[in-house]
């Protein structure tokens, strides 16, 4: 006995010793990593019409951004009472995206909001875009570190940070550390209810409640927790094949579970409990599947094959990565009941969500993908726990399998880091490179510098046309399309078209007279002054200046 004791002492001895070293080295790597992206994250945002100013050159984010900042501004808006502002905080109006992600949004920027209010401090519009792009970029580095914790418990320094550097470059996600997007938040949520499953190991426990309090916040902020409903049935089968739960409490268990992400969506949105809100929530969220099902501006196909050729294989990695990943994961669950639970729980997952996607969704954005393909990635992992050294000297058919997942993790890697840099490269110069800017430079040369001060414009426009909030005019952007009933609405003196929507609209001109107007400068009482490779801009007769 004393023996036994003496052995598990030692044992957790060099594991703690094992973890001094780890810990402050995967520490260090969270803090480059995050500083990464302090350059990027500094361009791009000048003021806040430019977020919406790269659809051209970074088209998977569109204008995203734009419009969930000026939501988030409009919360953050003191509305002259404290039941007025408590209203702009509460009624945000963004519904493709849930109130958590606004509200910890809100949260991160509030100290700006204060220096701005009560110091009377101009602070610019860069510096609020910088702190809600790093906290994105927070939301992935801790996901990535709870996967690494999951596999290694921070006890090898070289597995640790293999994995953590091999998640952490997957160009999808490193892309997405550049941009304020509720996909990395979502994707902490899934993570931590894997985790939540892990740690309550078939107890059903508090943890087994975390875990459904986390899929209802996944679902209160992109839907997308529904999709736990494979998972969490694989858990109480799996409790049930151990005998570690009746089937009676099973369904107990399962209904409890139900309940508790129930309310914790609502309590993450609470406007939902409004009847017509929640109208209106259904309403939109149906639109947005309509709308990434047959893509933006023409219909796209939906499949593995088109997903794979012009999505996956650039933005998450080739094919022969994802089926090393699953049959490790398989192998995981069959072979090594220390990691069934978390193999499990990742390949059950990952299935429904990704089948939806692939055949469903052909709007081909990869950070769809991000919340189920970051744990499915990490499952290379299950080879970490392989006995590698056989003690009779035979063969050990491990070793042949771990050498082909390091050989295939490293070719990989080898991609991720070029697509990377380049990605890296884009987000730096953007503002270089944006069409959008450019197409603005133009038409302050053809136009708006010769415009008498005394002159005030209305001006209408796409607002993917960039154009920078200034007093000598008046601004009406709009997302859909126009026609001459909303010209005639605002009766402006500049109107600002993106060429491409002009090319593929004004073929059709019996259905979209206006664009096929646009094309041919004749818009009724309008006349072109500038046309570039992106934009078209159109003045009244009576604004031109003489």
């Known amino acids: 006995?004393?023996?036994?004791?003496?052995?598990?002492?030692?044992?957790?001895?060099?594991?703690?010793?094992?973890?001094?070293?780890?810990?402050?080295?995967?520490?260090?790597?969270?803090?480059?990593?995050?500083?990464?992206?302090?350059?990027?994250?500094?361009t791009g945002a000048k003021d806040r019409n430019m977020l919406s100013a790269f659809w051209t050159e970074l088209q998977m984010y569109g204008t995203d951004e734009f419009a969930q900042f000026v939501a988030l501004m409009h919360m953050a808006t003191w509305g002259g009472s404290a039941y007025e502002t408590l209203k702009n905080v509460l009624f945000y109006n963004q519904f493709p995206y849930g109130?958590?992600?606004?509200?910890?949004?809100?949260?991160?920027?509030?100290?700006?909001?204060?220096?701005?209010?009560?110091?009377?401090?101009?602070?610019?519009?860069?510096?609020?875009?910088?702190?809600?792009?790093?906290?994105?970029?927070l939301f992935m580095l801790l996901s990535i570190?709870?996967?690494?914790?999951?596999w290694t418990r921070f006890k090898s320094v070289f597995k640790s940070t293999a994995l953590f550097v091999l998640l952490a470059s997957v160009p999808a996600v490193f892309f997405n550390n550049m941009y304020w997007h509720p996909d990395s938040l979502v994707t902490l949520f899934a993570v931590f209810t894997i985790f939540c499953f892990v740690k309550d190991d078939l107890s059903f426990g508090i943890w087994f409640y975390l875990a459904a309090a986390s899929c209802g916040l996944a679902a209160g902020t992109k839907v997308i927790g529904v999709f736990f409903f494979l998972a969490v049935a694989?858990?109480?089968?799996?409790?049930?094949?151990?005998?570690?739960?009746?089937?009676?409490?099973?369904?107990?268990?399962?209904?409890?579970?139900?309940?508790?992400?129930?309310?914790?969506?609502?309590?993450?949105?609470?406007?939902?409990?409004?009847?017509?809100?929640?109208?209106?929530?259904?309403?939109?969220?149906?639109?947005?599947?309509?709308?990434?099902?047959?893509?933006?501006?023409?219909?796209?196909?939906?499949?593995?094959?088109?997903?794979?050729?012009?999505?996956?294989?650039?933005?998450?990695?080739?094919?022969?990565?994802?089926?090393?990943?699953?049959?490790?994961?398989?192998?995981?669950i069959i072979y090594n009941p220390k990691r069934r639970i978390l193999n499990l729980m990742v390949l059950t997952w990952m299935a429904p969500l990704s089948l939806y996607i692939l055949y469903s969704i052909g709007l081909k954005s990869s950070y769809y993908f991000i919340p189920v393909f970051l744990p499915m990635l990490s499952c290379v992992a299950n080879v970490?726990?392989?006995?590698?050294?056989?003690?009779?000297?035979?063969?050990?058919?491990?070793?042949?399998?771990?050498?082909?997942?390091?050989?295939?993790?490293?070719?990989?890697?080898?991609?991720?880091a070029y697509n990377?840099?380049?990605?890296?490269?884009?987000?730096?110069?953007?503002?270089?490179?944006?069409t959008a800017l450019r197409f603005y430079r133009a038409l302050d040369d053809a136009y708006l510098a010769k415009v008498p001060e005394d002159k005030h414009l209305t001006v209408v426009r796409e607002v993917k046309l960039y154009l920078p909030a200034s007093p000598k005019w008046e601004d009406h952007f709009k997302y859909g399309l126009m026609d001459y009933d909303y010209i005639s609405t605002w009766n402006p003196d500049l109107i600002l078209l993106s060429k491409i929507t002009v090319q593929q609209l004004a073929p059709q001109d019996k259905v979209y007279s206006f664009y096929h107007d646009a094309q041919t400068d004749s818009l009724k009482g309008f006349r072109k002054i500038v046309e570039t490779d992106f934009g078209l801009a159109f003045v009244k007769g009576s604004a031109l200046p003489q």
Not at 118 to 124: C, H
Not at 145 to 150: C, I, N, S
Not at 407 to 414: A, D, E, K, R, S
């Open 1 to 42: 006995m004393k023996v036994r004791c003496g052995a598990n002492v030692a044992r957790r001895e060099r594991t703690l010793s094992r973890q001094r070293f780890s810990v402050p080295t995967v520490v260090l790597l969270s803090m480059v990593y995050l500083a990464i992206f302090v350059q990027p994250n500094l």
């Open 234 to 332: 694989s858990y109480l089968l799996l409790g049930i094949i151990q005998l570690r739960v009746p089937l009676k409490d099973a369904f107990k268990y399962a209904l409890a579970f139900v309940v508790v992400m129930v309310l914790t969506f609502f309590a993450a949105n609470p406007l939902l409990t409004i009847p017509s809100v929640a109208k209106e929530y259904v309403s939109t969220l149906r639109s947005v599947v309509d709308l990434t099902a047959r893509g933006y501006n023409s219909s796209r196909t939906a499949g593995p094959v088109a997903w794979y050729e012009e999505a996956l294989r650039d933005w998450l990695g080739f094919w022969w990565l994802y089926l090393a990943a699953f049959l490790l994961a398989l192998a995981g």
């Open 145 to 150: 570190l709870l996967l690494v914790y999951l």
């Open 420 to 434: 990377d840099s380049n990605l890296y490269r884009s987000v730096v110069n953007r503002e270089s490179r944006s």
């Open 99 to 137: 109130y958590p992600f606004f509200l910890l949004s809100l949260v991160a920027i509030l100290p700006l909001k204060l220096i701005n209010g009560f110091l009377g401090v101009d602070v610019p519009t860069t510096a609020y875009v910088f702190v809600l792009r790093e906290l994105n970029a």
């Open 384 to 416: 970490f726990d392989w006995q590698l050294r056989s003690e009779s000297g035979a063969r050990n058919p491990a070793r042949v399998v771990a050498a082909a997942t390091i050989v295939v993790c490293l070719i990989q890697f080898g991609y991720y």
